[in-house]
């Protein structure tokens, strides 16, 4: 996966759809019909859950919510088919705090991880943990830094997983992972990638697609990622994808 967005949501649907039967990329309620029936009907089997983080993604630059370029078109049609939410709220501005909340469902408030010094707490209950629980096999393929497992994250999965050579490789690992479960196995597969984080360092074919002046040098952002420099760059529209 490279930096730039066109890259990334077509790296994720390079997961061959043939070899992940009944996998789910969201959870969805399920809704009783108005008129009960005479017997109940047999609840619903769970399969398998996949789940894609891609940090610092911004919504408004996706077709699916209304961007005018071509930045999208694998996850615009995934969306088409799927469900997809118009308001979606972060319950933290940054990486570490707010993957922990949607690994337990929790407030930073009430999970506590919310510093570089801290670690989930022992006994508080994941995601990992209540699917594997229920038989799934469970994995995280990640890329480090505030996913690292010294914070707590790897509790509940069987493997956790370091990989830092980008998300086309990261998605070799998921599926040589999917290939290796039983025919009647479920799994709940977490991947977390930095690939559209600052330094942004997009191959050479999507620079040239999305650049407004061919030819012009790309942006430097050596040493300042994360600081507030960074913030002041005059860019262009081509700059920004």
Request: aromatic residues 10%.
């Amino acid at each position: 996966m490279n930096l730039s967005l066109d890259c990334g949501i077509r790296a994720v649907l390079r997961i061959p759809l043939r070899a992940l039967p009944g996998a789910a990329l969201c959870l969805l309620a399920t809704i009783p019909a108005a008129a009960a029936p005479t017997k109940e009907p047999p609840a619903p089997v769970a399969r398998n859950l996949i789940l894609i983080s891609v940090d610092t993604l911004r919504a408004d630059r996706l077709g699916v919510y209304g961007y005018g370029r071509d930045t999208s078109p694998a996850i615009d049609a995934l969306a088409r088919r799927g469900a997809w939410f118009t308001e979606a709220i972060s319950q933290a501005s940054w990486t570490l705090p707010s993957h922990m909340t949607i690994l337990t469902g929790l407030y930073p408030s009430a999970h506590g991880t919310v510093g570089y010094d801290r670690k989930l707490p022992e006994g508080v209950p994941t995601l990992a943990e209540a699917l594997n629980k229920k038989g799934f096999h469970t994995a995280g393929f990640v890329q480090g830094g505030y996913l690292n497992e010294r914070f707590g994250y790897a509790r509940g999965f069987e493997s956790w997983t370091p990989y830092y050579q980008g998300f086309d490789g990261m998605l070799e690992k998921a599926e040589s992972f999917i290939e290796g479960i039983p025919a009647e196995g479920r799994y709940f597969l977490f991947l977390h990638t930095y690939d559209v984080h600052c330094p942004y360092n997009p191959a050479p074919e999507y620079r040239a697609k999305f650049a407004d002046a061919p030819g012009k040098p790309p942006i430097d952002t050596t040493g300042l990622c994360g600081k507030r420099d960074l913030d002041k760059l005059p860019l262009t529209p081509g700059q920004l994808a």
